[in-house]
């Protein structure tokens, strides 16, 4: 068994260190989407004692599926607007929630672009790659790296999906492959031809981070969001970037084989339709479709819609990208360089106690009142810095923290040994705690 953290950018396996919160509660949740059927425990260790919570899992139990076989068996679960069906080796639970986020996502498109968007397209899950490669011999694709695909036409339409997967990456790749719905669907089959890959698989791109970000794990989205983001400006500042022009053939797109051009292409897509709801609107990418879907071709689409040429648009674009910046990680970075900063002066006070009681004692009373007045200085200083609203909480454990700093120290000076001693087990918590804190805002932010 092993735990992932809840921006899913690391697995821990084996035990897992928890500390309380600000009400003195040790909370964790576990995400057990792989989790067989069975009986589980989890050993809790406190201390000198240990004890233990013991819990079932059963397999949620479904009448009526039907099944078939493409390749591996597939069993169906037909919903009241589409069917998702999965191979044996995927929970019947997940399909569930597969259907559920799916219809969300639909709903939550509807609302950006303003008209009804029709029937959802059938999902196919399956629990490993072996069994994506045989749907996609089935269903003639050639799948190369991807994790999932979209088929808009032909045998068995629909969305192909591998459900190994944690679980914001799986709804990422369910999301991004039902836009490539939309957006076909938008266009239209006779038009299919106009829809330049940069837009397809950029729309794609950006609601897969833009619907993410509404969900209860935020920061599983956000961390790739801005990495994407972070690579696509840095090929701008670079000269690397691709022009557009190269990327609008679905046939050279699919070629790529160079795992820094795979990635940049869906990169700079990203980075382009981003550029396009933050300078003209929202709905601006949908309304370029919308106008490709009567025929016109893609420089003349955006001259229709955006009234600019495509050298332009493209020259805007290039020089928005080189100049970005995400204005919420802006202020995130802002509080946490000033909340490591003072992290590190009360690491130097704790390195300073650990000298001084390894050395031969100096004048006891001077060298406790420096350090309280030190720790008491950056107390201060932490209320003089505004967190975002996002850090309110972590701004909340660094003020209890430094205010608990300040206590043992002052209980030290006054040689109220046995009183300070024992606030170090909260304490040495909360400082954890704290720097744990910070390296996920680290990590999550993209933060150098």
Same mark, same amino acid.
């Given at each position: 068994?092993?735990?992932?953290?809840?921006?899913?950018?690391?697995?821990?396996?084996?035990?897992?260190?928890?500390?309380?919160?600000? $009400?003195?509660? $040790?909370?964790?949740?576990?995400?057990?989407?792989?989790?067989?059927?069975?009986?589980?425990?989890?050993?809790?260790?406190?201390?000198?004692?240990?004890?233990?919570?013991?819990?079932?899992?059963?397999?949620?139990?479904?009448?009526?599926?039907?099944?078939?076989?493409?390749?591996?068996?597939?069993?169906?679960?037909?919903?009241?607007?589409?069917?998702?069906?999965?191979?044996?080796?995927?929970?019947? =639970?997940?399909?569930?929630?597969?259907?559920?986020?799916?219809?969300?996502?639909?709903?939550?498109?509807?609302?950006?672009?303003?008209?009804?968007?029709?029937?959802?397209?059938?999902?196919?899950?399956?629990?490993?790659?072996?069994?994506?490669?045989?749907?996609?011999?089935?269903?003639?694709?050639?799948?190369?790296?991807?994790?999932?695909?979209?088929?808009?036409?032909?045998?068995?339409?629909?969305?192909?999906?591998?459900?190994?997967?944690? +679980? =914001?990456?799986?709804?990422?790749?369910?999301?991004?492959?039902?836009?490539?719905?939309? /957006?076909?669907?938008?266009?239209?089959?006779?038009?299919?031809?106009?829809?330049?890959?940069?837009?397809?698989?950029?729309?794609?791109?950006?609601?897969?981070?833009?619907?993410?970000?509404?969900?209860?794990?935020?920061?599983?989205?956000?961390?790739?969001?801005?990495?994407?983001?972070?690579?696509?400006?840095?090929?701008?500042?670079?000269?690397?970037?691709?022009?557009?022009?190269?990327?609008?053939?679905?046939?050279?797109?699919?070629? +790529?084989?160079?795992?820094?051009?795979?990635?940049?292409?869906?990169?700079? $897509?990203?980075?382009?339709?981003?550029?396009?709801?933050?300078?003209?609107?929202?709905?601006?990418?949908?309304?370029?479709?919308?106008?490709?879907?009567?025929?016109?071709?893609?420089?003349?689409?955006?001259?229709?819609?955006?009234?600019?040429?495509?050298?332009?648009?493209?020259?805007?674009?290039? /020089?928005?990208?080189?100049?970005?910046?995400?204005?919420?990680?802006?202020?995130?970075?802002?509080?946490?360089?000033?909340?490591?900063?003072?992290? /590190?002066?009360?690491?130097?006070?704790?390195?300073? +106690?650990?000298?001084?009681?390894?050395?031969?004692?100096?004048?006891?009373?001077?060298?406790?009142?420096?350090?309280?007045?030190?720790?008491?200085?950056?107390?201060?200083?932490?209320?003089?810095?505004?967190?975002?609203?996002?850090?309110?909480?972590?701004?909340?454990? $660094?003020?209890?923290?430094?205010?608990?700093?300040?206590?043992?120290?002052?209980?030290?000076?006054?040689?109220?040994?046995?009183?300070?001693?024992?606030?170090?087990?909260?304490?040495?918590?909360?400082?954890?705690?704290?720097?744990?804190?910070?390296?996920?805002?680290?990590?999550?932010?993209?933060?150098?």
């Amino acid at each position: 068994m092993g735990w992932i953290t809840k921006a899913e950018y690391s697995y821990a396996p084996g035990s897992y260190r928890l500390y309380a919160n600000k $009400a003195g509660i $040790a909370e964790w949740k576990r995400y057990g989407i792989q989790d067989v059927e069975g009986n589980w425990k989890v050993k809790l260790g406190f201390d000198n004692r240990n004890e233990s919570v013991s819990y079932g899992l059963q397999q949620l139990k479904l009448s009526g599926l039907t099944w078939f076989y493409l390749g591996p068996r597939m069993n169906g679960l037909i919903g009241p607007e589409a069917g998702v069906f999965f191979s044996d080796d995927v929970h019947v =639970a997940l399909a569930l929630d597969v259907q559920a986020r799916l219809e969300l996502a639909s709903s939550q498109v509807e609302e950006v672009i303003g008209v009804p968007l029709g029937s959802l397209p059938d999902v196919y899950l399956v629990g490993d790659q072996k069994n994506l490669d045989l749907l996609s011999r089935a269903t003639l694709v050639n799948i190369g790296w991807e994790g999932g695909y979209y088929r808009s036409r032909g045998f068995k339409p629909g969305i192909y999906i591998k459900a190994n997967l944690l +679980r =914001a990456e799986l709804e990422s790749i369910l999301v991004h492959e039902y836009l490539h719905h939309v /957006n076909h669907k938008l266009v239209g089959l006779k038009h299919e031809s106009n829809l330049p890959r940069w837009l397809d698989e950029g729309i794609a791109s950006f609601y897969e981070y833009e619907l993410g970000l509404k969900r209860p794990r935020p920061a599983a989205f956000r961390k790739p969001m801005l990495s994407s983001a972070d690579d696509a400006k840095a090929a701008a500042l670079s000269g690397t970037i691709f022009p557009l022009s190269a990327l609008e053939s679905g046939n050279e797109w699919n070629n +790529r084989s160079d795992l820094y051009e795979v990635s940049l292409q869906y990169d700079q $897509a990203y980075m382009t339709v981003r550029f396009m709801t933050e300078t003209f609107g929202v709905s601006s990418p949908f309304t370029l479709l919308q106008e490709i879907a009567t025929g016109a071709d893609l420089p003349l689409a955006l001259q229709t819609t955006l009234k600019l040429t495509y050298e332009d648009f493209e020259l805007q674009f290039v /020089n928005w990208l080189s100049s970005w910046e995400d204005p919420e990680r802006t202020r995130t970075n802002v509080y946490f360089q000033s909340l490591n900063h003072l992290m /590190n002066e009360t690491q130097e006070i704790y390195d300073q +106690r650990d000298d001084y009681l390894n050395s031969a004692p100096i004048d006891r009373y001077e060298t406790y009142e420096k350090w309280v007045s030190d720790a008491e200085k950056i107390a201060k200083e932490l209320t003089d810095i505004t967190p975002p609203e996002s850090l309110q909480d972590i701004h909340y454990d $660094a003020t209890v923290c430094f205010d608990l700093l300040v206590r043992w120290l002052t209980l030290e000076k006054s040689n109220s040994i046995n009183a300070a001693n024992d606030l170090i087990p909260e304490l040495d918590s909360r400082k954890n705690l704290l720097g744990s804190s910070l390296h996920n805002i680290k990590i999550v932010n993209n933060l150098k």
